[in-house]
């Protein structure tokens, strides 16, 4: 009996259109589709777009020249020398060099950071076609959105 | 005016009707292409092509200007004549099957009738069948003149799938040639008018039967392991690039236009509107016959896209199974059944 | 042209090998006769890099190995560096350590339901694999940051602790979850065409399965109830009541069931961490300069591949002087000549998706 269940199966094609059914339903859902540029994601907090630096809300840089973040990160990306300030004796960087195509995203130096100083920003737009564009020096480090895409576009000195 | 008559009568009309029959398969493979993607797409979950134009209608147009611009690429020890004279072929065979399929009934203009058709033969069904196992020799053609193992390999595959699967072709378009007693194409479709249930709904084992080796004709999944990507033999389609990859492209969509127009004409009533006898439903039969016949055909085309985004591909010896130990036994028990049925009654 | 003894090479590029691995087959007539894996094209020198970076800084880059499931690498990782340097991890992090493993699991296994359908020919298998992904990807997203290689463990615990937000969105997802897995299982579990492709296929017997050194689903597919999490717990896994999926078939049919089965139950085992997560840290004091005295170790996990696990020697310096991976993909992929052998051609690629290997793994 159940030899020939299967055998009136197998003769119908049922189980190709149990498949065909299936394809049907996926055929009239929603898509998932976020039609970028149109429509775009929101992001969540935590993402890790492009590094960046940071100022406090007076604008002053937060780097404090401590290199923990060189010493962090695994992939050698930075390239930091700091300068004592004589009046406030304080720190800050002279030269903060770091490179964009050898960052993994890791948050190595981000975690390391002791001041919040580095820190990932929203930026997921890091395409170019200069090489020389991924080398960022120290003013360049804190350009954000439309001055960013200029830089990575035009190379340094954009 | 009987000098103009006959010139437009029996040059230029034939000539129009010739360019429109010619052109018919060259849009339906334009539409084939917009509906493949699109359609694949959305059974993916994706939306496909939806740039180019409103609802990327004009991607097809996209495809082709790029595929114009594409290098032509001829391998150095290919066999040059072959190599070129492929893709031609298997065009031409698809194409030129398309001069006794037929449209619709012929409309009245004026005192004239104007056929939908190019030709009306008697043995107009044999010719449709015979052209379409020509493309086998611009396949052979293809996957020799490459000159390189993986196409060899898939023409050969891809020859003995359609050779084995005209079978059962052949008999199952029988038991339609018996129940109407003609050869014909507008004649078999005359009889479904005429016996008021269309064949495919009488026999739909021949009408299965018919459209499973159809879509083995066609190498389409899925019985497209001759051609798929991602098996090691490419396809005979390998070596060719540019305007020859697109000809052998727009052939196999012109192949499947061509099977479609066979299961429409076979099995489902050709340009006949559905529930023909049913009275309440006579406002069907306001809409002109070819109209009928291209939502059937854009059915058939659809059911196409459709099955190769459901099922996996078969493996070749599985595939020849299917057709030895299925297909082609149980398209002769239905012949034989329709036979003693059409004798008994 | 004769095929008898034709030696076909499927190249490094190709759609099907799942990542640069190049197969030299030598068939006979479409049957078999010898086949050879060349790997090596994805070689980056991981292990001798690893000698020059300090134990947290290899961290991040244990991510790029198996980079379908990253969070499995950086666990077996963690694992040996806390046992040889004695870290006690808190009961909290050891649970969302088991979440995120779990988790990545599943995604690995959606994604390998996707390729290996996709290389038999279903084409939209691949697409609702990747879409069902999606949210598991999102979860990480709103986790870590990443997507792909998401550096989602550190030394002593977990970056960041599980708030009620994303643990109200992983209950959510995992809710969602088995209606879809159904739909899958509709379109290909009692699929003519895939039964044909794929049972009778690639055939391996237990015993040569364990003389073959393989591990993972495929080893349960061929019967032999050999689990990690269930025979040498690790990371609280003891506290977990889940089913090993077993089959007694040994072919591609039954490590499809098998690795079908380990999302549902992998399914299992997150609802009830997430039931029952204790309070606590989520990470243990870990000095800034981690210097481990001299020692060696080896740890291992079950991977979403198998038995993914780590040697590390270490000489009393903040650096290691050796770490070796042990990849369940490099082991998995020499037991391919057995399982194709007396095959036809058009078996390899199935076999080789079902052996689900990954080329980061495999050449480090």
Known sequence: MKKLIRFFKAFFLVDIAVGLGVTLKRYFRRKITISYPEKQQVLPERFKGMIRLYKDENGVPLCIACKACQRACPSNCFDIEGERNPETKKLHPVKFDWKLDRCSFCSLCVEACPTDAIRFSKEFRMSTVCKPALRFTLPEMYLEGDDLQRRLKGGPGA | ??????????????????????????????????????????????????????????????????VFFKEDIIQRNADKLLFNIAPVLVMFSSL?????????????????????????????????????????????????????????????????QVLIYEIPIGLTVLTVVVLARSIDLVEIVRAQQAGKVWYGFLMPVSAVVFWISGIAETNRAPFDLPEAESELVAGYHTEYSGLKFAFF????????????????????????????????????????????????????????????????????????????????????????????????? | MSFKDLELNMGPQHPSTHGVLRLKVTIDNEVIVRIEPVVGYLHRGMEKLWESLTYPQILPLTDRLDYIAAVSNNLAYVLAVEKLAGIEVPKRAQYIRVILSELMRISSHLAWVGFQANDIGAITVLLYGFEYREDFLDIFETYAGGRLTINGLRIGGVPFDLDGGLIGRIRKTLARLPKRLHEVEMLLNENRIWKHRTQGVGCLSAEEAIEHGLTGPCLRACGVPWDIRKDIPYSSYEDFEFDVPLSDQGDVYGRYLVRMQEIRQSVRIIEQALDRLPAGDHIAKVPKILRIPAGEVFHSIEAPKGELGFYIRSNGTDKPERVKMKSPSFINLQSLPSMCRGGIFSDVVSILGSLDIVLGEIDK
């Not at chain 2, 009987?2 to 052109?23: D, Q």
């Not at chain 2, 493996?315 to 036994?329: S, T």
């Open chain 2, 96 to 160: 030129l099957a398309f001069c006794f399929v037929p449209l619709g009934e012929p409309i009245r203009i004026g005192s004239y009738e104007l056929t939908l058709w190019i030709a009306q033969s008697s043995v107009g069904l044999l010719f449709v069948l015979g052209m379409s196992a020509i493309s086998v020799f611009g396949v052979i053609f293809g996957g020799w003149a490459s000159n390189s193992k993986y196409p060899l390999m898939g023409a050969l595959r891809s020859v003995i």
């Open chain 2, 249 to 345: 492209y727009i052939s196999e969509y012109a192949h499947m236009v061509l099977v479609s127009s066979l299961v429409v004409l076979l099995f489902f009533g050709g340009w006949l509107p559905p529930f023909a006898n049913v009275a309440a439903l006579s406002f069907l039969h306001k809409v002109p016959g070819f109209v009928w016949y291209l939502i059937k055909i854009m059915f058939f085309l659809f059911l196409y896209v459709w099955i190769r985004g459901t099922l996996p591909r078969y493996r070749f010896d599985e595939l020849i199974k299917l057709a030895w130990k299925w297909l082609i036994p149980l398209s002769l028990v239905n012949f034989l059944v329709v036979v003693l049925l059409k004798l008994l009654l």
């Open chain 2, 1 to 66: 005016m009987t000098s103009p008559a006959p010139f437009i009568f029996e040059f230029l009309i034939p000539l129009g009707k010739i360019i429109a029959v010619i052109l018919y398969p060259m849009v339906m493979v334009i539409i084939m292409i917009w509906l493949e993607r699109r359609v694949v797409a959305l059974i993916q979950g994706r939306l496909g092509p939806n740039r180019v134009g409103f609802q990327g209608l004009l991607q097809p147009i996209a495809d082709a200007v790029k």
